[in-house]
T-cell receptor, first 113, second 117 residues
Framework: DTEVTQTPKHLVMGMTNKKSLKCEQH?????MYWYKQKAKKPPELMFV???????INESVPSRFSPECPNSSLLNLHLHALQPEDSALYLC????????????FGPGTRLLVL | AQKVTQAQTEISVVEKEDVTLDCVYE???????LFWYKQPPSGELVFLIR??????QNEISGRYSWNFQKSTSSFNFTITASQVVDSAVYFC??????????????FGGGTRVLVKP
């Protein structure tokens, strides 16, 4: 089973709202990732968690706040977003190691009004 | 810094034609890993293949085949007898070892494949 699930599928929020994206995997992977993908562009890495600890933050603005409550769950808390933050947000997971394959979820399409 | 280039931004073919997607990469690492992903309109990135730098064997999986040539830093992907369901964006990616835990993927810009009936 190589399934990563993400909720919600779609999200519309105002610039003053607070919302959260959720990601879950049950493959026993200990590395989890958030990516942002704008239309017609490749995914861009935002955060990497390894063993529930934040290991990479690609200089993401503080209005995006990741959280890894346990080895299966990854959240992305959103607050005071801008319209340019509208994008597809993808979660992925993998075993540890540079050789390991990242498996992606279906993504959350976010629209900020 | 690592770099992946997919020179073809869009390819349009008629069903049953073959289509080859080019991928050229740059890295200073002696050991590295290359991937191909498919992204249909639904948005999910679907893993297709992983290849490590010390295994230059070409691979065939059904209608898909991959040609890895270390001498030219290329990892090309061919779809044989294309079908409408192959319509998607295809990304080539290179895995980068980091000092921090977790790996980083450097993606190419993607090639959009449109298969017409």
């Amino acid at each position: 089973d190589t399934e990563v699930t993400q909720t919600p599928k779609h999200l519309v929020m105002g610039m003053t709202n607070k919302k959260s994206l959720k990601c879950e995997q049950h493959m026993g992977h200990r590395a989890m990732y958030w990516y942002k993908q704008k239309a017609k562009k490749p995914p861009e890495l935002m955060f990497v968690y390894s063993y529930e600890k934040l290991s990479i933050n690609e200089s993401v603005p503080s209005r995006f706040s990741p959280e890894c409550p346990n080895s299966s769950l990854l959240n992305l808390h959103l607050h005071a977003l801008q319209p340019e933050d509208s994008a597809l947000y993808l979660c992925a997971s993998s075993k540890q190691g540079v050789e390991e394959t990242q498996y992606f979820g279906p993504g959350t399409r976010l629209l900020v009004l | 810094a690592q770099k992946v280039t997919q020179a073809q931004t869009e390819i349009s073919v008629v069903e049953k034609e073959d289509v080859t997607l080019d991928c050229v990469y740059e890295t200073r690492d002696t050991t590295y890993y290359l991937f191909w992903y498919k992204q249909p309109p639904s948005g999910e990135l679907v893993f297709l293949i992983r290849r490590n730098s010390f295994d230059e064997q070409n691979e065939i999986s059904g209608r898909y085949s991959w040609n890895f040539q270390k001498s030219t830093s290329s990892f090309n992907f061919t779809i044989t007898a294309s079908q409408v369901v192959d319509s998607a964006v295809y990304f080539c990616a290179l895995s980068e070892a980091t000092k921090a835990a977790g790996n980083k993927l450097t993606f190419g810009g993607g090639t959009r494949v449109l298969v017409k009936p």
